[in-house]
């Protein structure tokens, strides 16, 4: 079992360091590293080899052997793109692709999709020679010429990001009027020359892929647009198989209110099931009944009716959260809460009210919970009749304010300061852990790392 978790975008040859320190600190007798080797060698504590040393390191983070490791840093390793670090282009069709498209840094601005736009019309023909280009401007006819004469083109990883056609057809915005029927056609050709509807990267080599569908859909901390033909896109690439089990995709959507992406990936199977890039990543990749978990603790904790019905489709609202050790705290913090008491501590009305139409179990909140749950109703004579518990409440949830800002519940924040509860604190069991609440009372114009 992991005890560890292994680091973001993983470095094989400190790893491998890693073990050759564990072998040597081992060799001399140091007691921790006895302790370490005895934790998760199968002969218990002792001098090991170097092979031995690296099977410790492997099952302190949660790997059968070394070879599974190295085979995950590998993966991770292949798929790695950093898109938001590139600056050159060796032509001009890579020009206008840097321009084009969706890159999650500080940069995904309209005005940088303009200038690629005007890039492309003063200089039509630069699709003909690059089939990314082509598929980003969904020119199906340069796009079909390019494929007639070479059809492994349609999944060959180029252009300025070393992406597929496919990623650069869903990331680009330089075109906010293109025609639909345009790019399913340019979708469709890619598709019928065996490009893969599940293609993506690993950004910054995170293991949360962005994969075509994430790139059709948009959103993000940032506010990225969809595509401006999301729909027919996403519905394309998802009836030729892209796995609807998509945990950048929904993690994108989640911060707005539009609820149509859920729809859509629920008809294709949501919640079941799973797809290649679990394959190839394994657990690091959240399961589609913890991807649902995920989403249905985003929505109650947000006040959401909409889209906790949407979610009742396919999640049991009447089950308590259980969300694994590997997960985030801030999740598991919730562990043996069913949605509606988290509603109900949460001060999430709208939510509470519809499950409790539909028979959802729950109690009302007591003591310190029942001071936060009026605080963040905006219920200011609760408060005073319950504000001795504010001294519980403060040391259960320290960050409240965050909390309470981050949802935009501003009636709440005032009688949180009043309770005396910290606007810079971040508490363990928070959901926004990067930030303070001052973050929260202007508008939001960074793009944070996604996740």
Not at 137 to 154: H, I, Q, R
Not at 190 to 210: K, R
Not at 356 to 367: F, I, L, V
């Amino acid at each position: 079992m992991a005890t560890v978790r292994l680091p973001d975008d993983p470095n094989f040859e400190q790893l491998r360091k890693q073990a050759k320190d564990l072998r040597d600190r081992a060799g001399s007798g140091a007691s921790d590293a006895l302790v370490l080797v005895g934790a998760h060698h199968p002969d218990g504590p002792h001098r090991p080899s170097l092979a031995g040393a690296q099977l410790v390191i492997a099952r302190r983070h949660g790997f059968p052997s070394w070879a599974a490791l190295k085979r995950h840093v590998q993966t991770i390793r292949r798929y790695r793109r950093v898109p938001d670090q590139v600056d050159a282009a060796g032509s001009r069709a890579d020009a206008f692709l840097l321009l084009a498209c969706l890159r999650y840094g500080h940069d995904d601005h309209p005005a940088r999709w303009q200038r690629a736009s005007a890039l492309l019309a003063a200089h039509p023909g630069l699709t003909a020679g690059s089939v990314h280009a082509a598929a980003a401007a969904a020119d199906v006819e340069a796009l079909a010429a390019l494929l007639a004469a070479d059809p492994t083109l349609a999944a060959a990883e180029g252009g300025p990001f070393g992406w597929e056609p496919m990623l650069y057809l869903a990331y680009a915005r330089h075109d906010p009027a293109i025609r639909p029927d345009a790019v399913v056609r340019t979708a469709r050709v890619l598709l019928d020359h065996g490009a893969d509807p599940n293609a993506g990267y690993l950004w910054h080599g995170l293991t949360s892929p962005f994969t075509a569908l994430a790139g059709a859909l948009g959103g993000g901390e940032g506010g990225q647009p969809a595509h401006p033909a999301a729909d027919a896109l996403a519905r394309t690439l998802l009836d030729s198989g892209a796995d609807p089990n998509d945990a950048q995709a929904l993690y994108n959507r989640q911060f707005g209110t539009d609820d149509s992406h859920l729809g859509l990936l629920i008809d294709h199977g949501l919640g079941r099931g799973g797809g290649p890039w679990r394959a190839r990543l394994g657990d690091a990749i959240p399961s589609p009944a913890e991807l649902i978990a995920d989403q249905l603790w985003w929505a109650v904790t947000h006040d959401l009716a909409d889209r906790v019905r949407l979610l009742g489709q396919c999640a049991d609202l009447r089950a308590e959260f259980r969300f694994p050790e590997d997960r985030p705290e801030h999740l598991r913090a919730w562990n043996g809460t069913a949605p509606a008491r988290l509603a109900a501590v949460c001060g999430s009305t709208r939510v509470l009210e519809y499950l409790a139409a539909h028979g959802a179990p729950w109690s009302p909140p007591d003591g310190a919970d029942r001071l936060v749950a009026a605080a963040l109703a905006g219920d200011q004579a609760a408060v005073e009749l319950l504000r001795a518990a504010a001294g519980a409440a403060r040391r259960q949830r320290p960050g409240l304010v965050v909390w309470a800002a981050a949802r935009g519940a501003w009636d709440a924040v005032p009688l949180l300061v009043g309770l005396g509860f910290d606007v810079n604190a971040l508490g363990r069991g928070e959901h926004f852990h990067h930030t303070d609440a001052a973050d929260f009372l202007r508008p939001l114009t960074h793009v944070p790392t996604p996740g």
